[in-house]
Each structure stands twice: as structure tokens, then as C-alpha cells.
């Protein structure tokens, strides 16, 4: 199975200010055949379930605010937040779907300073 | 607009066994493929099944393999997880997610239905 690991577990940053998130994968979620990264970021907030944010490592879903963005490959990927907002305090998680079980990370809390 | 409308919420004893129903709109329900996936405190979010489009193919995870058992019925809109042997730590928040193909992102969830297990 792939591991998904994230750091930081939580962080607190001032409003308008960058966030970042890192996830890391146990093996590469890159698939040669079409060079995607089989990668999702989530945002779930109290009560909520999970939402969509990124699919493919990078590709923005529609709706989502530009100020979202991932970036990464292979084992190794991103979720900036580049100007946080209120109302993106939530936990975050990455997940592979590049095989079953579709694993996910533990989630990275963000938090207002 | 996209719903999905998870119900068969329940406290079943361990050994027993609960039926879940996914109720899903907005969509193309029979195109898509759905999964289930779960929530515990301590946990985090668990992948547990796929079910393809037309429901010749299925997945589980090890944890759920030969217990419970995904289905749909496409002329319902309808997708199921019948469980069966439940377990203490089978307690948990139960979502139903929507994704385009097989090996793809969760583009929806239903908001989930609370599964406890307890004597």
C-alpha cells in the first residue's frame, strides 16, 4: 500500500498571509504512461465532508479560489494557500488514486494566528 | 447540482450487520464510478470500496474484504454497502464520493452517516 505522510500536523498563519502544506508519497504516484500525478488535495471543515481542491497534483477544480494551488511530482507535492482567508481554516488532505487502496494522508490542520 | 444522500445511520451490536443507501442526483449517476469511504477521530479518512460504473467490478480494502459488499442499482440512482460482521472499529462517519473513472479523484461527497458498533 502507499503511504501518505504530510507535514506540518497543524499551522497557524496571519490573514493574508501563505500557507504551506507538504505530502509526501512511499513510492512515486507518477504514471509514466501519461505523466500524471495521481493526486488530490481535500479541504473538510467542522461538520463538512470533504471537498474537492486540486486533482492531478496541480489542476485547480472549478469553483475553487485561485489563491489555492499545487504543485509537486512523484512522491513529492504541495498545497499553498498563497493569501489565507477565514474562511480556509479547515483540515487538509492529499490522497493518491493510483491504486487501491486509495490512501490518504493525515490531514494538516490550518488554523488562524 | 451534484447530490449524494447517505441514510442507514444506526448503533448495531458487534456481529451484526447494517445496510447503507447512497441517493445520488444531479448527475449521471450510471457513468460514474462511486466508492465509500470513512471517518473515525482517530483515523482520518479510509478508503473502503470502488464500484465501477455498471457494477460488473468491485474493490475493498483489506479491513472490509469479505464482510461487506458494495452494490448499486443504476435504475434507483441508488448505491449500497451492506456490512456485515461489524466490528468495534467499524464505527465510524460513512461518505459516499462520486469520481469519473476508476483510478480518479473524488469529485463529490454526500455529507455522511454515522455507523456506531457497541454492545
Known amino acids: 500500500d502507499i503511504v501518505m505522510t504530510q507535514s506540518p500536523d497543524s499551522l497557524a498563519v496571519s490573514l493574508g498571509e501563505r500557507a504551506t502544506i507538504n505530502c509526501k508519497s512511499s513510492q512515486s504516484v507518477l504514471y509514466s504512461s501519461n505523466n500524471k500525478n495521481y493526486l488530490a488535495w481535500y479541504q473538510q471543515k467542522p461538520g463538512q465532508p470533504p471537498r474537492l481542491l486540486i486533482y492531478?497534483?496541480?489542476t485547480r477544480e472549478s469553483g475553487v479560489p485561485d489563491r489555492f494551488s499545487g504543485s509537486g511530482s512523484g512522491t513529492d507535492f504541495t498545497l499553498t494557500i498563497s493569501s489565507l482567508q477565514a474562511e480556509d481554516v479547515a483540515v487538509y488532505y492529499c490522497?493518491?488514486?493510483?491504486?487501491?487502496?486509495?490512501?490518504f494522508g493525515p490531514g494538516t490542520k490550518v488554523d488562524i494566528k | 447540482e451534484v447530490q449524494l444522500v447517505e441514510s442507514g445511520e444506526g448503533l448495531v451490536q458487534p456481529g451484526g450487520s447494517l445496510r447503507l443507501s447512497c441517493a445520488a442526483s444531479?448527475?449521471?449517476?450510471?457513468?460514474?464510478?462511486m466508492h465509500w469511504v470513512r471517518q473515525t477521530p482517530g483515523k482520518g479518512l479510509v478508503w473502503i470500496s470502488r464500484i465501477n460504473n455498471d457494477g460488473s467490478s468491485t474493490t475493498y480494502a483489506d479491513s472490509v474484504k469479505g464482510r461487506f459488499t458494495i452494490s448499486r442499482d443504476n435504475a434507483k440512482n441508488t448505491l449500497y454497502l451492506q456490512m456485515n460482521s461489524l466490528r468495534a472499529e467499524d464505527t465510524a462517519m460513512y461518505y459516499c464520493a462520486t469520481a469519473r473513472g476508476s483510478n480518479t479523484h473524488f469529485d463529490y461527497w454526500g455529507r455522511g452517516t454515522l455507523v456506531t458498533v457497541s454492545s
Open positions: 444531479g448527475f449521471t449517476f450510471s457513468s460514474s464510478c
Open positions: 492531478w497534483a496541480s
Open positions: 490522497q493518491h488514486y493510483y491504486n487501491t487502496p486509495f490512501t
